[in-house]
């Protein structure tokens, strides 16, 4: 590995580290809450993927990110909607790979 490699992966162990702290300090149920420049910078270093999870209403008013797969999260589901969300990421994703979701509520 060069040092460039291991400098890319050593901060993205930093992001994900600052990112879990903030999910613990936020009380949140999922693994980490990354800021929108740490998300670029993962994406960038090919240290996680990214997911719009956004519906067709929101992509109309603030647009989409081009190259990002649209996975719309079902806002309003059932158990069942959301495991089908679930077996759709799974299509789409390395699940071996970290997982980035945005969304315009954050």
Request: with cysteine; charged share 30%; net charge negative.
């Amino acid at each position: 590995m060069s040092a460039r490699d291991l400098d890319a992966e050593q901060a993205a162990a930093a992001i994900f580290e600052r990112a879990a702290v903030r999910a613990r300090e936020m009380g949140l149920r999922y693994a980490g809450a990354v800021t929108p420049r740490e998300a670029w910078e993962l994406v960038q270093a090919n240290a996680a993927a990214l997911a719009d999870v956004r519906t067709p209403m929101e992509l109309a008013t603030v647009g989409r990110i081009e190259g990002v797969p649209l996975v719309e999260w079902p806002r309003d589901g059932d158990a069942d909607a959301v495991d089908e969300f679930a077996r759709a990421l799974a299509r789409e994703f390395d699940p071996a790979k970290p997982l980035l979701l945005i969304c315009r509520s954050g």
